[in-house]
C-alpha cells in the first residue's frame, strides 16, 4: 500500500481504504441488522418479476449446459438472500430439484434463511451454472482522482468525517487505467498538451449526463465554468474520475471462480465516451441520497465502468433489453380481460406496473448487464461487444 494510502496524521486516507472499512469493517454499513433493504430498493425488492426472470435465465443456463446433474446459482452481494431465495422459488420443479443456492455475502448469515441456501464469503470454485451479481460492483471500494489547480490528476483522500483533500497522483496501474478508460488530462498525473489549432473540433459544451443521477431521479452535476476543459486547453479544476481498476479485478476473480455457465453483473453503468465529468461517489441512508460519510452509517457507492470489467467474449445490454428477451413487459392487460375475469386482470395490471418500473427509461431499464459466457454460448441474445 503506498504512502497515500495510509492513514495520514490528520487521518485522510484515500478513498478505496475509507469505503473499505465503512462498508464491511466490524461495524461498517454491510454489518447493520437492517440489511441494505433498509435503506435503498433494488430491482429484488421492486418486484418479484425480477428473480422470476432470473430464474428462466438460469433455465437458459440449464439448456446450454445440457441440464447437468448440480446446477448452481451464485448470488453475489446477496445482501440478506432476497434474490436467491427468489430464483428458486420461480424454478420449474425439475429444475429446482437440481439447482443448489450459493449466496455470497460478507455479512452473517440471516436467521430463516432457506437451508438449502450456502452462505459464503466467497464465490465456490468450478461449479456449473449462472453467477448473477446484482449491484455488486458499484461497491466494490474504489479511488477517485481529481484534477487541482494546475491541471495535475491528483487522488482524493478523504477523512472519516467526509472532508476531503488532495494527495500525490495516480501512479503505476492506476494511471495506466486512467489513461485507457477515463482520461481526465494527455497523461494522468500531468497537465494537458497545448490546445487545439483554431480549426480543430472545439470541446464539448455540456458534459455527459449523470447516469446515476438520472436513473435516482435527479439532476446531473453542475458543469465545470470551461466544461470538461479549461479556458486554455488544461483539465478543468474538479474533474473527478473513479478509478475502477478494483472492480475489474473483482468481476475477473468471480467469473475465474465458474466452472461452466454464464456470469452476469447488473449495475449502474457509464461506458467510454460518456463518462460522467464529476464522478458518481454518493451515499445512501433511510431511502434518501446523502454525502458519502465514511464513517459506517450510510452505503457509499459509485458507478460502475461496465466496459472496462469486459473480458474477451463478454455483451452488454441495457436492463430493458435483458428483461424484455426474458418476458417481462410493461405493456398493460386487455381490457377485455377485465370483463371476462376482472380478478387475473388486478393481477396482470399490477404486474404490468412493475415490470414498466423495471424496464422505465431514466430508471432501473437503463441499468447495464455485463454477460460473460463460460464455456457456452450466450444464452442471451443481442446487445453489443465492448471494446476490451
Known sequence: MSAVRCDRADGARGWRPATEEALYGPSGFYRRPEGPAGHFRTSVHASPLFAGAVARLLCRVDEALAHPADLAFVDIGAGRGELVTGVLKALPAEVASRARGHAVERAARPPGLDHRIEWLPE?????????????????????????????????????????????????????????????????????????????????????????????????????????????????????????????????????????????????????????????????????????????????????????????????????REALGALGVSGERPSLALASTDPTAYVRALAGAGEAAELTARGGLGDFGWLLQPVGIPNPLAGGEQPST
Open 123 to 319: 464465490p465456490p470454485p468450478g461449479v456449473t451454472g449462472l453467477l448473477f451479481a446484482n449491484e455488486w460492483l458499484d461497491n466494490v471500494p474504489l479511488d477517485v482522482a481529481e484534477v487541482d489547480a494546475e491541471g495535475t490528476v491528483r487522488l482524493v483522500l478523504v477523512r472519516e468525517d467526509g472532508t476531503e483533500a488532495l494527495g500525490e497522483p495516480p501512479a503505476g496501474a492506476e494511471a495506466e487505467w486512467l489513461a485507457r478508460w477515463w482520461p481526465l488530462t494527455g497523461t494522468p498525473g500531468s497537465p494537458l498538451p497545448p490546445p487545439e489549432a483554431p480549426n480543430g473540433p472545439p470541446p464539448p459544451e455540456e458534459p455527459p449526463e449523470d447516469v446515476h443521477a438520472s436513473a435516482a431521479g435527479l439532476q446531473g452535476p453542475a458543469q465545470a465554468p470551461h466544461g470538461p476543459h479549461g479556458p486554455h486547453g488544461q483539465a478543468a479544476e474538479g474533474l473527478r474520475a473513479e478509478i475502477g481498476l478494483p472492480r475489474d479485478a473483482a468481476w475477473a476473480a468471480a467469473v475465474a471462480s465458474l466452472g461452466r455457465g454464464l456470469a452476469v453483473a447488473v449495475d449502474y453503468a457509464h461506458f467510454a465516451g460518456a463518462r460522467p465529468p464529476f464522478g458518481t461517489l454518493t451515499g445512501f441512508r433511510d431511502g434518501r441520497e446523502t454525502a458519502p460519510v465514511p464513517d459506517g452509517s450510510c452505503d457509499i457507492t459509485a458507478h460502475v465502468a461496465l466496459d472496462a470489467c469486459a473480458l474477451p467474449g463478454a455483451r452488454l445490454l441495457s436492463q
